[in-house]
């Protein structure tokens, strides 16, 4: 079983920056993909990134050269910068793993304003 709390989310003015960070109640070594969803309100949860154990990632092109994604195995977190954020980046942000199942944070608001 693996418990994910997520942190760092805020309100933030449209080109200003925000760090996400998602830790993980058990070592993130063996863990094969975590990763970012987020749900706007009204609109389905969508993927905005995932990292493999190997460190390949993924992101949806709306938000790739803004958004980084990482990992810290030594401290069994993962990371989402995001940069330049706009607007439409509004939203509840969940950390996931795939460790056998799909575990999930509780989410953490993100709210970019104009």
């Known amino acids: 079983q693996v418990q994910l709390v997520e942190s760092g989310g805020g309100s933030v003015q449209a080109g200003g920056s925000l760090r996400l960070s998602c830790a993980a109640s058990r070592t993130i070594f063996s863990i094969n993909t975590m990763g970012w969803y987020r749900q706007a309100p009204g609109n389905e949860r969508e993927l905005v990134a995932d990292i493999t154990s190997g460190g390949t990632t993924n992101y949806t092109d709306s938000v790739k050269g803004r958004f980084t994604i990482s990992r810290d195995n030594a401290k069994n977190t993962v990371y989402l910068q995001m940069n330049s954020v706009k607007p439409e980046d509004t939203a509840v942000y969940y950390c996931?793993?795939?460790?056998?199942?799909?575990?999930w944070g509780q989410g953490t608001q993100v709210t970019v304003s104009s």
């Open positions: 996931y793993a795939d460790y056998f199942f799909r575990y």
